[in-house]
């Protein structure tokens, strides 16, 4: 099996262009490649596929095996490969509303329905930046899903192992629970991460966000990511905690995340409403796995 290893401000994954190949059993693959000491290495697996209403279609699973419905920094890495392997045909201007201009898009069918990406090109041809629409936020509780007899679940107090904290939750086509706090090194995170992705007010998991406001236009977080555990960076989360940033009076709609393996910008648009989150993509290397 061919593959190529590509990273989103270090959010890691495995892509395997499912144009020109097959993949009988993803889910164990996902698991058995992503072993950083025995496999490849990631935080999990992206395959592309042919896309009957789309350029392409991404389907994502994380280094546990599990399928996500969505992945910020991994779609931004599949429009790479897409446009640098001429799969399929970008030509169409893409905008920010009230912001740059792209000269080229690609429309990626995602678990989360059909994602309209903007492509920044170098003058050698690769793919330097991107900008993907990542659509509404959806903020109603029963449809994160959270179970909690609330319209939205806003600062909301959560204990967990003894400690107090205050939750907003945000779904970006997968959950994410938001937690903002002033020091982010105290922070247990493997002991808190898990916890939190597994309490049964999430039935469908979730992804864990701990963030410290720096100043109304950019702040710094650390993630627990469902299905994978800590990670350099997450596309959806920073977005959710844009999201949350500004319903909680914390933040600007224009914002800059800080992870730890980047920054990525983001504008939650008052123009249609849409998250807009912009960011490098990176090929790390290709190779051929034994199966």
């Given at each position: 099996?061919?593959?190529?290893?590509?990273?989103?401000?270090?959010?890691?994954?495995?892509?395997?262009?499912?144009?020109?190949?097959?993949?009988?059993?993803?889910?164990?693959?996902?698991?058995?490649?992503?072993?950083?000491?025995?496999?490849?290495?990631?935080?999990g697996l992206i395959?592309?596929?042919?896309?009957?209403?789309?350029?392409?279609?991404?389907?994502?699973?994380?280094?546990?095996?599990?399928?996500?419905?969505?992945?910020?920094?991994?779609?931004r890495c599949l429009a790479k490969y897409v446009y640098e392997h001429?799969?399929?045909?970008?030509?169409?201007?893409?905008?920010?509303?009230?912001?740059?201009?792209?000269p080229y898009s690609l429309r990626i069918e995602t678990g989360r329905g059909i994602l309209t990406v903007g492509l920044d090109v170098g003058p050698d041809g690769t793919v330097v930046r991107v900008c993907v629409n990542m659509g509404q936020p959806i903020m109603e509780a029963r449809k994160i899903p959270v179970a909690?007899?609330?319209?939205?679940v806003v600062g909301v107090p959560l204990n967990i192992a003894g400690q107090d904290l205050c939750m907003?939750?945000?779904?970006?086509g997968n959950p994410h629970a938001v937690f903002f706090c002033e020091d982010l090194?105290?922070?247990?995170?493997?002991?808190?991460?898990?916890?939190?992705?597994?309490?049964?007010?999430?039935?469908q998991r979730t992804n864990v966000h701990f963030v410290k406001a720096d100043g109304p236009r950019e702040?710094?977080?650390?993630?627990?990511?469902?299905?994978?555990?800590?990670?350099?960076?997450?596309?959806?989360?920073?977005?959710?905690?844009?999201?949350?940033?500004?319903?909680?009076?914390?933040?600007?709609?224009?914002?800059?995340?800080?992870?730890?393996?980047?920054?990525?910008?983001?504008?939650?648009?008052s123009a249609d409403n849409c998250v807009y989150m912009t960011g490098p993509a990176t090929e790390v290397f290709s190779g051929t796995w034994p199966d």
């Open positions: 099996m061919e593959f190529t290893k590509m990273h989103g401000i270090g959010n890691d994954y495995v892509y395997v262009n499912c144009f020109e190949q097959g993949i009988d059993d993803p889910a164990t693959l996902a698991v058995r490649i992503s072993d950083r000491h025995r496999g490849i290495g990631s935080d395959l592309i596929y042919p896309s009957k209403i789309a350029d392409a279609r991404m389907r994502m699973f994380n280094a546990d095996g599990s399928e996500a419905q969505m992945c910020g920094n991994g779609i001429d799969l399929a045909h970008a030509n169409t201007e893409f905008s920010i509303p009230g912001m740059a201009t792209m909690l007899d609330a319209e939205q907003t939750c945000v779904s970006m090194d105290a922070i247990d995170l493997p002991a808190v991460g898990p916890l939190i992705e597994h309490h049964p007010l999430f039935p702040f710094t977080m650390r993630t627990w990511e469902r299905g994978s555990g800590i990670t350099l960076a997450c596309g959806t989360g920073a977005c959710a905690c844009a999201v949350a940033g500004f319903l909680t009076g914390r933040c600007e709609r224009v914002t800059t995340a800080h992870l730890p393996g980047g920054d990525l910008e983001l504008n939650w648009s």
